[in-house]
C-alpha cells in the first residue's frame, strides 16, 4: 500500500476510512475508529501502510443524527423524482447523478455499517427509502468487490432505479391496504419490464443499467421472473442488486411482514445463497457486514450478553464471543445463537 509519507505519526488523531486487518486476519483498526500511537505501532509491527484516502480528519465525522437526516432529506428528494417519472414517464437523470448519487456515495464512506443499515430501515416510507436503500447496499457491496470506480457509480445508479417500473403500476394496486389477488401481483411483477422500458429509452443510461430493473427479480435456480433466468444468464449488477435488494426487503417493514433482526437476515442469506442469489456476492456481504460488528455487543438466545472479538471467515455468522469471563465460539455451540445486536 502506498505510505502516508514523512511519518507514520501523521495519522495519529485521525480515523481510519475502513477496517484495517493483518495479514492473518486479525482486525488491527475498526472503520470510523481514531488512530491512536498504539495503533501506528501495531501497524508498523505487521508492516502495514495505509494511503491518504483511507483517513480522515477526526473532526469533519459527521454525528449518526446528522447521517439520518442525510438520509431522510435524500427519501424526500427521490419520492420527489419518482412522482415526477410517474406523470412524465422521464428520468431526470441529471439531477440523479449530480444530486443524489454523491450523496449515496459520500454516505458509505463516512457510515459505520451498521450505522448505515439502521438509517436505511424503512419507517413509513418503504416505497421511497427502498430505492435509496438498494443504491447504498449496491454502492457498499462494488466498492467491496474492489469494482472500478466508474462502474461503482453506474451500478449506484441502477440500485437507485431498479423499482422505477413500479412508477408505472396503477397506484391503486402499489399503494393497496390489502393482499394483491392473484392478477393484481401479475400487473405488479410486469414492474421489471416497465422499468427496463424506461431505461432502455433514457439517454445517458447503459444497457447493463436497464438490465437490472428487467433481472433484480431474477433468482439463480431459475425460479425468479419475468423471464426465469439462471445463474450465467443473470448480468453482474442485477446480481448485485438482488442481494441489497432481498437484504432491505428483509430488514425493514413492509405491510405483511414486519422486519427481521439484523442476524436472523444474515442467517436466512445464508441458508439461501446456494440457491437463489449469488453465493460469492452473497457471501462477500454476510462476511463483510459481520466484520464490521466486531466489537458490537450482542444478545445471545440464552440470554446473555457478549462480544463480537473474532469473525471466522468459512462460517462468518458464527463468530467467537467474549460473554462475561469466557470466550464462546458459536461454531461449537448449536444451542445458542445470537438474538439481536445491541450495539
Do not use: C
Amino acid at each position: 500500500m502506498e505510505t502516508l509519507g514523512e511519518s507514520s505519526q501523521e495519522i495519529i488523531g485521525k480515523k481510519s476510512n475502513n477496517n484495517v486487518y493483518s495479514k492473518d486476519g486479525t482486525l488491527l483498526i475498526k472503520a470510523f475508529e481514531t488512530i491512536t500511537a498504539d495503533h501506528v505501532k501495531l501497524l508498523e509491527k505487521n508492516h502495514i501502510t495505509i494511503r491518504r484516502n483511507d483517513v480522515k480528519e477526526s473532526e469533519s465525522e459527521l454525528s449518526p443524527n446528522k447521517h439520518a437526516q442525510i438520509i431522510d432529506e435524500t427519501v424526500k428528494e427521490i419520492r420527489d423524482i419518482f412522482q415526477d417519472i410517474r406523470e412524465n414517464k422521464k428520468i431526470p437523470l441529471v439531477k440523479i447523478r449530480e444530486q443524489i448519487v454523491p450523496i449515496l456515495h459520500d454516505t458509505n464512506e463516512s457510515y459505520e455499517v451498521l450505522q448505515l443499515f439502521t438509517a436505511l430501515q424503512a419507517k413509513d416510507d418503504y416505497t421511497y427509502r427502498h430505492n435509496i436503500a438498494v443504491g447504498a447496499i449496491s454502492n457498499l457491496i462494488g466498492t467491496w468487490m474492489k469494482l472500478p470506480k466508474q462502474e461503482i457509480l453506474q451500478l449506484t445508479t441502477a440500485g437507485l432505479l431498479h423499482d422505477v417500473g413500479k412508477m408505472l403500476v396503477p397506484e391503486e394496486i402499489l399503494n393497496k391496504p390489502g393482499r394483491l389477488n392473484e392478477e393484481e401481483f401479475e400487473e405488479m411483477k410486469s414492474h421489471t419490464v416497465y422499468g427496463y422500458e424506461i431505461l432502455k429509452d433514457t439517454v445517458g443510461i447503459g444497457h447493463r443499467q436497464a438490465l437490472v430493473a428487467l433481472q433484480h427479480h431474477e433468482r439463480m435456480d431459475g425460479s425468479g421472473y419475468p423471464l426465469q433466468l439462471k445463474r450465467g444468464e443473470i448480468d453482474l449488477f442485477s446480481r448485485i442488486v438482488a442481494v441489497a435488494d432481498v437484504f432491505h426487503a428483509m430488514s425493514s417493514n413492509r405491510v405483511y411482514q414486519e422486519r427481521s433482526p439484523l442476524y436472523e437476515v444474515l442467517a436466512e442469506m445464508e441458508r439461501e445463497m446456494f440457491a437463489k442469489l449469488d453465493p460469492e456476492i452473497t457471501y462477500l456481504f454476510i462476511e463483510q457486514t459481520m466484520y464490521s460488528l466486531i466489537g458490537s455487543e450482542v444478545l445471545l438466545t440464552d440470554g446473555r450478553k457478549g462480544t463480537i472479538v473474532l469473525v471466522p471467515s468459512n462460517e462468518p455468522t458464527k463468530p467467537l464471543l467474549h460473554v462475561e469471563n469466557e470466550f464462546v465460539n458459536l461454531r461449537t455451540k448449536d444451542n445458542v445463537k445470537i438474538d439481536q445486536i445491541i450495539s
